[in-house]
């Protein structure tokens, strides 16, 4: 079993920042990539950014500049570090992971946290 826990959601004012956090737990050998998707109501789910083992980094032309992903290794874990926060970047994000569970395996799993509501008024 794989499971991504998620936290770091919230509710913030327009200009402001919020961190996501996202750990990956349970029978893993390997993360490939890492990702962050989000969806709000109404919408489809959309890649926000993604980091692969080796850190290349992809961004969504709506966040770039904005947005930055990382990852520690170590604690199998990404995050999302989120500045100049708008209104429209409101809705719930998704942590996506591809996992190899045992070093003799050959397909990573993917696995999905949960979600984590971002609310950025004004």
């Known amino acids: 079993q794989v499971q991504l826990v998620e936290s770091g959601g919230g509710l913030v004012q327009a200009g402001g920042s919020l961190r996501l956090s996202c750990a990956a737990s349970g029978s893993i050998f390997k993360i490939n990539a890492m990702r962050w998707y989000r969806q709000a109501p109404g919408k489809q789910r959309d890649v926000v950014s993604s980091?692969?083992?080796?850190?290349?980094?992809n961004y969504a032309d709506s966040v770039k500049g904005r947005f930055t992903i990382s990852r520690d290794n170590a604690k199998n874990t990404v995050y999302l570090e989120m500045n100049s926060l708008k209104p429209e970047d409101t809705a719930v994000y998704y942590c996506h992971a591809d996992v190899l569970r045992y070093a003799w395996g050959t397909t990573a799993l993917t696995y999905w946290g949960e979600g984590t509501q971002v609310t950025v008024s004004s």
């Open positions: 980091i692969t083992s080796g850190g290349s980094t």
